[in-house]
């Protein structure tokens, strides 16, 4: 009820900055002046992915617009480390009520850009999503760029839904998929399909992460590393009454922050470890029988709790936590990895340009439409079958065996999404230039390559072998 209850107040609110719009009294863009852009994420929340991402898109506008053209802005929600991402971008603290919060300080910016993932879907928490289509409803509502850049579409409550199809109907908005792009012309609204912001992402030298390794026990042999999640405990909700009585040692379980709290029942925790115990026992059976050292590895702070019992399971290998590395130092230990199996969509995009051999345990369609995508369905599960823990044996012994070929495949999938990163880029600053033409493109004859941020001599390595999967709309 308090998340219906806030979705109605962020709807209220887009529809009172529509009429006020009327009246006019805004400032707008001056000529000269820099772009001032804020780039609405899930920033700062010790989640590696969300902050590789966005780090990567503004690094891409930047790119384009010219660094000293744009005047960026990006949430931050706890995490200290964020101060140093993200260039020179103001870091601004969002509120629990961010109705009354966005309406401050969207007017402040010539446009806003939507970089959370899973923007349009529900399978989390319907809030942060009206938190994303609330800045991009109050931009349109505004007469600013209003743009949902590398979005995810899945399964949306009905009160979300209902926001998305009035609000965003005015936005441009680029999915990371085909099936994200078809998901929303069923719900009226017009979209370009792209991909995710990641690929372009270089961590450390793979030297750090070694290093790493070796301080936990690690020689050099085969490693194997896995990501696991809680898939179970999702939506996140407002429960005023659980925030009580936490003050009284209850619900400290099931509480993510402030008032937010999982779900927690006796059907979450039995599925949560058959889920588990399926990861272990496959794991443990390959290691002993193929030489390989397990390392469990949480890409995500909220999944330390995952990252902890596996380990336990597998008689306390070693972990590695997000929240205790910056992103390039996590992303190096990812990629010392010969082969990963993972529930986080992250993780296995963040290693894939460092040619490591993975396979997905998914809990939605994130991990699904990329692996469909990578042609490899057959490296693919699900967090809920029954036969999981024979299944990823089998999937195990795929890996390793069929390794140089997946790695083959794999390097042409980087390619072919910097190609469509590329596009997204050109597409972006075409939709920039005309709301604002002093921004239009300035190298219309630009390569490909040109319309991505700086890249890595290993990307460019990977180009070279692969640049015939690039479209010919990037190329």
């Known amino acids: 009820m308090v998340d219906s209850w806030m979705m109605d107040w962020m709807s209220r609110t887009i529809e009172r900055a529509r009429l006020d719009s009327l009246s006019g009294g805004r400032e707008d863009h001056q000529p000269g002046e820099q772009l001032k852009l804020l780039f609405a994420g899930y920033n700062g929340a010790y989640n590696m992915g969300a902050d590789v991402r966005v780090e990567e898109m503004i690094r891409q506008v930047s790119h384009l617009l010219g660094p000293d053209r744009l005047d960026a802005s990006v949430f931050r929600y706890e995490d200290p480390r964020?101060?140093?991402?993200?260039?020179?971008?103001?870091?601004?603290?969002?509120?629990?009520?961010?109705?009354?919060?966005?309406?401050?300080?969207?007017?402040?910016?010539d446009g806003v850009i939507a970089c959370e993932g899973s923007t349009f879907k529900s399978k989390f928490t319907d809030l942060l999503s009206a938190l994303m289509v609330g800045a991009m409803g109050l931009a349109s509502a505004n007469d600013r760029l209003s743009v949902a850049y590398g979005a995810e579409a899945g399964d949306m409550t009905p009160e979300l839904t209902e926001m998305v199809t009035k609000y965003c109907r005015d936005s441009y908005i680029i999915t990371r998929n085909q099936e994200s792009s078809d998901r929303l012309k069923l719900l009226g609204l017009d979209s370009d399909t792209g991909t995710d912001t990641a690929w372009s992402f270089e961590p450390l030298p793979r030297e750090y992460g070694e290093w790493e390794l070796r301080k936990q026990g690690w020689r050099g042999e085969p490693l194997l590393m896995v990501c696991p999640i809680n898939p179970f405990w999702w939506p996140v909700?407002?429960?005023?009454?659980?925030?009580?009585?936490?003050?009284?040692?209850?619900?400290?379980?099931?509480?993510?922050?402030?008032?937010?709290?999982?779900?927690?029942?006796?059907?979450?925790?039995?599925?949560?470890?058959?889920?588990?115990?399926?990861?272990?026992?496959?794991?443990?059976?390959?290691?002993?029988?193929?030489?390989?050292?397990?390392?469990?590895?949480?890409?995500?702070?909220?999944?330390?709790?995952?990252?902890?019992?596996?380990?336990?399971?597998?008689?306390?290998?070693?972990?590695?936590?997000?929240?205790?590395?910056?992103?390039?130092?996590?992303?190096?230990?990812?990629?010392?990895?010969?082969?990963m199996v993972s529930s986080r969509y992250h993780a296995v995009v963040t290693s894939m340009p460092g040619g490591v051999a993975s396979a997905g345990v998914s809990m939605d369609e994130r991990l699904d439409n990329l692996m469909h995508d990578r042609g490899h369905r057959h490296l693919l599960m699900n967090v809920a079958q029954p036969d999981l823990e024979e299944r990823l044996f089998t999937v195990l012994e795929n890996l390793r065996q069929d390794r140089e070929q997946i790695q083959d495949e794999i390097s042409a999938t980087v390619v072919r999404h910097l190609g469509m990163m590329s596009e997204m880029g050109s597409r972006l600053l075409g939709h920039i230039g005309d709301r604002y033409p002093e921004f239009a493109d300035q190298k219309p004859n630009r390569s490909w390559e040109g319309y991505l941020p700086p890249l890595s001599e290993q990307l460019h390595r990977q180009i070279e072998i692969h640049e015939d999967v690039v479209t010919p709309a990037a190329a």
């Open 82 to 109: 964020v101060n140093y991402y993200f260039g020179d971008a103001r870091k601004l603290q969002p509120q629990v009520l961010f109705p009354r919060y966005l309406n401050r300080i969207v007017p402040e910016h």
């Open 237 to 339: 909700q407002i429960h005023l009454r659980k925030s009580i009585a936490r003050i009284f040692g209850m619900y400290r379980n099931s509480h993510y922050a402030r008032v937010f709290f999982f779900q927690n029942h006796r059907e979450v925790e039995e599925k949560f470890d058959r889920y588990l115990r399926a990861l272990a026992g496959a794991v443990s059976a390959f290691c002993k029988k193929r030489g390989y050292f397990p390392v469990v590895g949480a890409s995500e702070r909220l999944d330390q709790f995952a990252m902890r019992r596996l380990s336990s399971l597998l008689g306390g290998t070693p972990t590695f936590l997000s929240s205790e590395y910056d992103v390039c130092q996590f992303v190096s230990i990812l990629r010392c990895a010969d082969l």
